[in-house]
């Protein structure tokens, strides 16, 4: 019921834009909710580690019955049944602890901010991914288009034929020529609609809709895309390296790997920590009269207050190898970040020939298809006015059809690629 709600509200809200399928992937995809999970759990975490500094306080009672011979109040043994009830409130302060505390808290707080950046990467990946597949869908509805164009073409043209060979002016062979030609349309039409349900498929389900029914996307005025300059990767690079999560997630694992070595030598030092209590406790024996338990309560109230100090002397040496691998994993956690790096330029490198490679493609397919289609317009009329036979006239078509498909797959190609490096250097994707 919920996911035939959610398809009748799609329906009756319009075609979305990329800005709309964004927002929607960003609120609702599951790997980025686990990612907020994932901070909320650090910001536990860190709650915990800061709380650490408070005092610990419980409260303890207990009952207890003895049977048979046993110690008595002026420390002998008798056979005698006893009950003693006692109760007691005690409260620890930890005063220092090898600066183990003060690291615990600065881990929390660094892995809240790897866990955020790792969290905005997730939005990041999202947006990457939503762009891709909604440029796709662009790609689709104009290939479809053009498909149904030409289905309407060709069945014009079996209708003209039809009337010339009922005034005997068209053989039959040319109308069942133009009648395949018309079916080979119809044909790519149908696959076209099909890869169009495909690409509307792959991106409702990325935007973790119930359906693609009803869905449909927003197709941005692009006829007027300028063919700009590109920057520089190498400049694209400079600028990413400051913003892009990847990187900043990384960067904060190189600074919890640090800490965690501090933290590891926390086991040379002293612990030192202060204790205190209360308690009182009432007993009977069986034989002897024992004083009311009010007045036995008052009488045996006490309290304590202690200072507890540890110094490590030997500890078998796994204080030093905590230390050892921790300094390991600082180590390389320097080659995850100089990884990072490099995968991150090298994903600038590959979007800018990317880009440059579907620029040159949509000058030239530009120009090309103009071509094309100038060029099947001519042989149409041709064959319109009986100067050219439906060979010809077929293989002009197609020419025509390659030609446009060219031209629009390069055309969405640079206008994704062309974005895609904005978006490294921290700008939003829009079309």
Known sequence: MKALILTLMLAASGPWSLQDCIQYALDNNIQVRQSELAVQQREIELNTARNARLPGVSASGSQNFSFGRGLTADNTYANTNTTNTSFSLG?????????????????????????????????????????????????????????????????????????????????????????????????????????????????????????????????????????????????????????????????????????????????????????????????????????????????????????????????????RNQVRSAQLNYHNQLLSLENAKKTLYKEIQTAYYNAVNSQSKYASSEEAALSAQQAFDLTREKYENGKANITEYNESKNRYLRAESDFLQARYEYLYQSRLLDFYRGAEITF
């Open 91 to 319: 409260a620890d302060l930890p005063i220092f602890q090898g600066f183990q505390i003060n690291n615990q808290i600065a881990l929390g707080q660094l892995n809240l901010e790897a866990a955020t950046a790792d969290l905005e990467k997730a939005r990041d990946d999202i947006r990457v991914a939503v762009a891709k597949g909604y440029v796709q869908i662009l790609y689709n509805q104009e290939i479809l288009a053009v498909a149904q164009n030409q289905v309407e073409v060709d069945a014009a043209q079996l209708d003209r034929l039809e009337q010339l060979m009922a005034n005997g002016k068209a053989s039959t062979a040319e109308v069942a020529a133009q009648r395949a030609t018309l079916a080979q349309s119809r044909l790519s039409e149908t696959q076209a609609q099909g890869n169009l349900s495909l690409s509307l498929l792959d991106l409702s389900q990325l935007l973790e809709l119930p359906s693609p029914d009803g869905f449909s996307v927003l197709a941005p005025d692009i006829q007027a895309l300028g063919i700009g300059a590109l920057m520089n990767p190498e400049d694209i690079y400079a600028e990413a390296v400051g913003v892009k999560p990847t990187i900043l997630a990384e960067e904060i694992r190189l600074g919890n790997a640090e800490r965690n070595i501090a933290l590891a030598k926390g086991g040379y030092y002293p612990s030192l920590s202060l204790s205190g209590g209360l308690g009182t406790n009432y007993y009977t024996s069986s034989g002897r009269e024992a004083a009311a338990f009010g007045e036995q309560l008052k009488n045996n109230f006490s309290q304590y207050i202690g200072l507890s100090l540890r110094i490590p002397i030997f500890s078998r040496f796994s204080t």
